[in-house]
């Protein structure tokens, strides 16, 4: 194959605008060689290198001086001979695979020479930056070879750069990236982009660290875990960690939001814990002049790494549960969020963490949130109901301790008062308690929520109307909760209206039978319910099928001395 060499004694030409044609000219021609593949790929990459610095070069003001000559002289010489490598390659005219693969090597290993030397020129101050962006953004829908082209450019001006000229590749690899997320793929491709953006991460240049975080944290919230991977490999989570020691503000923030997206695979959180990850992440929770926006995604960390038992029992060791009840009594609302679930998520099925945050105070902290006299948003109070049942339900130990705080008294105050989503989440843990043990009954029983469950049977939803009859059903087990709910009379009307096999509700008929067979266990129940004007609609039920337990309650009610009197009230 022929190839038509840049003219290179152009009278006016100069040299940079010469070694910029060779280059040019190269990168060219080396994509239609077909053999040694990977090693012109290779070549490529610096020759993409080497003509986005000598286009920024030609695009300041530096002017020639004896060392850009030099270098300038240096670099035609090697693009000569690539030149000529080119040709033999095209046309397959080369004496030796492995001298062809020696000479290609060698080539490389110059042309990577040309590039650092330029990148000196620059540092050393010989050679001024240009600001100006000389390779186009590729427009959406753009070639894999273009934006990969792209991808090399500002790869070259992060390592070639100022300042300037850095955080303006940063903020374009930022931008391409929400654009196009295809770019991520070409990023984690493209030899040495990671390992500069991790490398970034550690810089003294306050604005170089926080837009590489932007990218690097782009990259950690994508779905395919084989860039997570890459970034891992490369590094990252030491870097990162040092940027919350320390970083500014809005690195500390986006380190973190970055690791909170790779810790999401357990994998990685032996990496922040192997790098001191989680002192330094529970000094930033329990430092008080910590802002909502860096202690929230600190916060989800150390909930990502709670999965993994040895680091959550280092955590308690280090005394995170202290941390965390602490920031309970914080005036930032997602702060105290985040710290409630966090303790949820460390408490979850240990019960010697659990008796640590009661012993920490923790419980009396959240039963301030409920406390009717304090301020807290809706949001805030129904978090708190939620782990309250998390973290003490499963021991009636702690069942107790929370009764003797006066929580029942809280908790009907909500069911009578509250707003609606409040009011629904009382009513469920309400529901909840109820299961727990028989001093829990006695206690809702005692408190008064007998009456407010009642109401809850006629309600619209269907899953209040279920969870206060099955309440309710649990309640009346206990002989005293019993005798409160018979005495009035429009409770049992009410629940042989509700079993009516024309009405709705067939989910909660259930238990509707069930508070009625418990209820016929005292006298005064059973006559009750006998001599309603809707008793027949026990027998009605029982005969539909709908609800099995309605013959066995026929069956009690119809024993001994009531046979004859249902007898004659069931058949008038």
Sequence with gaps: METTLPETSTAGDSNLRRAIDLISSLISISHSIRVFAGKWQ??????????????????????????????????????????????????????????MQSDLDVTLVKFNHHVKKLSELYDTGILIRSYALVVSKPCLGASKEDMRFYIRDLLTRMKIGDVGMKKMALINLHEVVVEDD????????????VHVLVEFLGSSEVVIQEESVKVVALIAGFVDSSYKGVLIGAGVVA?????????????????????????????????????????????????????????????GVLRNLVGVEEIKRFMVEEGAVSTFIRLFRSKDEPIQVCAIEFIQDIAFKDELVRQIVVSEGGVRVLLRVLDPKFSYSSKIREVVMRAIENLCFTSSTCVTTLMSYGFVDHLLYYVRNGEVSVQESALKVTFRL??????????????????????????????????????????????????KFVQEDQNIALLLRLIDPGEGNSGSKKFLISILMSLTNCNSGRKKIISSSYAKNIERLAESDICSDAKRLVKKLSTNRFHSILSRIWHS
């Design 42 to 99: 290779l070549i490529r990459t610096k020759l993409e290198e080497l003509h986005s610095a000598l286009l920024t070069a030609e695009n300041s003001d530096s002017g020639e001086n004896p060392s850009l000559s030099v270098t300038l002289r240096s670099i035609m010489t090697t693009a000569d001979e690539c030149h000529d490598l080119a040709r033999r390659c095209s046309a397959v005219s080369y004496s030796g695979k492995l001298l």
């Design 434 to 483: 109820c299961a727990t043990s028989e001093e829990a009954k006695k206690a809702l029983g005692d408190a008064g929520f007998i009456p407010e469950l009642v109401k809850f049977l006629n309600a619209k939803s269907f899953e209040v109307r279920e969870m206060a009859a099955e309440a309710l059903s649990g309640m009346v087990m206990v002989p005293r909760n019993r005798k």
């Design 239 to 299: 870097n990162l960690i040092k940027v919350l020691e320390c970083g500014s503000e809005v690195g500390k923030v986006g380190a973190a939001r970055c690791l909170m997206k790779l810790t999401k695979n357990s994998e990685n959180a032996w990496s922040v814990s192997a790098h001191g990850g989680v002192n330094v992440l529970l000094r930033i929770c329990g430092n008080v002049d910590s802002k909502g926006d860096l202690v929230g995604p600190a916060c």
């Design 182 to 193: 295809r770019y991520v793929k070409v990023i984690t491709e493209v030899v040495d982009v």
